[in-house]
């Protein structure tokens, strides 16, 4: 292993004290003995003004020791500023890497979990084995897959009936094809997931009605595939009070699968406020595209009422707002589990 410069200066000080001093004779030698010449009565005459601190070559001899004393000085402050690393230096790294490494893959522990939601299959499918070197692995079939799916779909409809029913029938539609390959199923099980996630945040978000379909489609993206995980981008409109617009929000971030919001827009044309008669007040949208989903909204008061004792909710309800909503699922994809390294 490679001497530590700094290990070196640290436990060995007085190593070091012996290095300079030799060096502080080496400069003497040179600089003040050599140049005061061989000649016995010159020896003794300089060496007489530089006992005395006189002459040329005892300023000469001040200025090199003080020179040597602020390198020496320099070289000391970068070894307590830690500017070389020591071997002990690379253990409490080293520690310290462990323990990050280790901090990290906790906090994947949990998107990991929702992810095992997302990649399990209907329960009671018809599986064969399929293509399976070692005869582990195992799918479903794709006619009992399609026949299962669309079971599901229609439970799932009934479901959310008040939430997606229109006069036509469900807003919510099965997929026309449900794949014949694992890869193609898989990905309609996921989507029909991320579907059913996103119902239930609704529901939870207090929505009053689910007013177009919930697109889910699975997205090229290297950028994220690189980091790990695939992106499926939900896109879904909604009637809602505003003010349940952060609860919707919150209610798909902490649902069963892994969602990220990336945005919400609602229309806001003008509107404004007419009072008809003291126990009368009335709303009315003035633009084409009505911000609010009714042309007016009336609070009526009985003759002779003075006090109401229903809520505030039951005597003016508020008004409910068109939002459309832009979401990301995640999928995932399977950690890659790195080689031992080679014993040593």
Not at 36 to 48: I, M, P, Q
Not at 79 to 105: G, R
Not at 187 to 196: G, N, P
Request: hydrophobic content about 35%.
């Amino acid at each position: 292993m490679a001497l530590d410069p700094k290990q070196v200066l640290l436990e060995n000080k007085a190593l070091t004290i012996c290095y300079v001093l030799a060096l502080a004779a080496i400069i003497v030698q040179f600089t003040v003995v050599g140049p005061l010449g061989s000649g016995k009565e010159t020896d003794r005459k300089n060496k007489r003004l530089i006992k005395q601190g006189k002459g040329k070559y005892y300023q000469d001899v001040v200025s090199e020791v003080k020179r040597i004393d602020r390198n020496l000085n320099t070289l000391v402050g970068r070894v307590n500023k830690a500017d070389l690393l020591t071997t002990a230096d690379k253990v409490v790294w080293d520690e310290h890497k462990k323990n990050l490494t280790k901090n990290l893959e906790g906090l994947a522990v949990p998107y990991q979990k929702r992810d095992e939601y997302l990649e399990r299959w209907f329960e009671g499918l018809d599986f064969k084995k399929m293509g399976s070197k070692d005869g582990t692995g195992s799918e479903p079939d794709a006619g009992g897959f399609e026949e299962e799916y669309k079971s599901r779909f229609t439970k799932l409809q009934k479901s959310f009936q008040d939430l997606a029913s229109t006069e036509g029938g469900s807003i919510l539609q099965p997929a026309a094809k449900t794949g014949s390959t694992p890869k193609k199923m898989m990905e309609t099980q996921k989507i029909f997931w991320f579907k059913l996630s996103l119902l239930e945040a609704m529901k939870e978000g207090k929505v009053v009605k689910l007013v177009s379909k919930i697109l889910v489609s699975p997205k090229q993206n290297k950028i994220a595939e690189a980091k790990g995980y695939k992106v499926f981008d939900c896109r879904f409109t909604v009637k809602t009070q505003f003010r349940n617009i952060p609860l919707l929000v919150k209610a798909i971030l902490a649902s069963k699968l892994t969602f990220k919001v990336t945005g919400v827009e609602i229309r806001r044309p003008d509107f404004k406020l007419i009072q008809t008669k003291p126990s009368n007040l009335s709303v009315n949208g003035t633009a084409e595209r009505k911000f609010f989903d009714k042309g007016v909204y009336k609070a009526s008061f009985p003759e002779g009422t003075t006090e109401f004792k229903g809520s505030e909710e039951e005597l003016i309800p508020e008004p409910t707002v068109f939002v459309e909503i832009f979401a990301q699922g995640l999928d995932f994809l399977p950690i890659k589990k790195k080689a031992p390294a080679p014993a040593e």
